[in-house]
Each structure stands twice: as C-alpha cells, then as structure tokens.
C-alpha cells in the first residue's frame, strides 16, 4: 500500500465512521430545548479554509517544502489514527448526549465516563491530534502552520460556544465539571 492511498483510506474511513456515528447518535437523541447551529459552520469553514490555503501556500511557497522518510509518514498515519480512535471514542461515551450540534437535552446529565473522566472535549483533542499529524505529511511548513491556524480557531470558537451553552443548561453540575477537569490537554489547558 503506498502512501497516498494509506492517507486517502485513512481520510475515507474517519468520514465514513463520522457520518455513521453522527446519524446513529442524531437518530437515538432526545428532543433538544437548547440548539446552536453556528459553532458547526464555523468548524466547517474552517476545515474547508485550512485546506484550501494549505494547498495554495503549498503550491505557491515550495521553498517551504521538507522530505519525511517513508517511516516517518507511517508513524504520522498512526498517531492520526490513534486522534481518530479517541475522537470516536468520545462520541460513543456521551451516547445519546452527542450530536453534531451544540444542545442541551430534556434529563440532559454530565458525562464523566471514559475519556470525559480527565478532559472536557475529548473529541476535539483527538481531532486536532488527528488533524496536526495528517498537517504535518503535507510536508511544508507554512501549509503545516497555516492549516493548524485554521483548524485550531474553528475548534477553539466551538469549544468555548458549547461550553457556555453547557454552563447554562447544566448549571452547578457542569461549573464544578469544569473545575475538575481540563479543556484539552490533561492537567495544562
């Protein structure tokens, strides 16, 4: 299997598994009281325009370009897997809690099994390993830093969008949530 087709493959599985779990996750939800579409378009532009500038600075800034050995991309595709594996593990511990919008659910509770026991937002941990490991096989520094930027500022507006939206709908349960554990990183942020 050569490169390439592992990346692609990689990409088409993770997909596959996001829709998948997404439309299982949606159909078994509760009605919402609470929803916020606006934090998923801004990750969704941002996806789009971290991609889009990384492939221009790519084509446009060769000077930037770095050689990874075949080894060092094989690694890369395996820490991105790892991000992916937590990510999905994160959706499937909120069960019927997650969705792909922000919302607050009739008996709406906080979730403090598998992953969420150390961080927040779990899922977007394992996303930005996923996605700063995949970055990185572009192998050019200003696409690399460039699609992070991106990326990292979709996240970071959703992060602290749903986290207000949480606050208010779960009151103390989810401020004291919040002083136990941390954002992303266990113990730093």
Known sequence: MTIHLAYTTTLVVWLGAEVVLQTVQFLRGERASTREWGSLGAIVITAVAAGIVAGVIRKHFPGLDFSLSRPVYVVLLVVAWAGIGFRLWAI??????????????????????????????????????????????????????????????GVLYRIRVEERVLLVGLGDEYARYMQETRR?????W
């Not at 906080?110 to 390993?129: D, E, I, K, N, Q």
């Not at 996923?130 to 572009?138: P, Q, Y």
């Not at 992303?184 to 730093?188: H, R």
């Open 184 to 188: 992303l990183i266990p113990g730093v």
């Open 92 to 153: 499937i511990s909120l069960g019927r809690y997650f969705r792909g919008i922000v919302h607050i659910q009739q008996g709406h509770r906080v979730v403090r099994s598998g992953p969420y026991r150390v961080l927040r937002h779990p899922s977007y941990a394992g996303l930005l390993v996923a996605l700063i490991a995949l970055a990185v096989t572009f192998a050019n520094i200003g696409s690399i830093v460039a699609y992070v930027a991106c990326i990292s500022i």
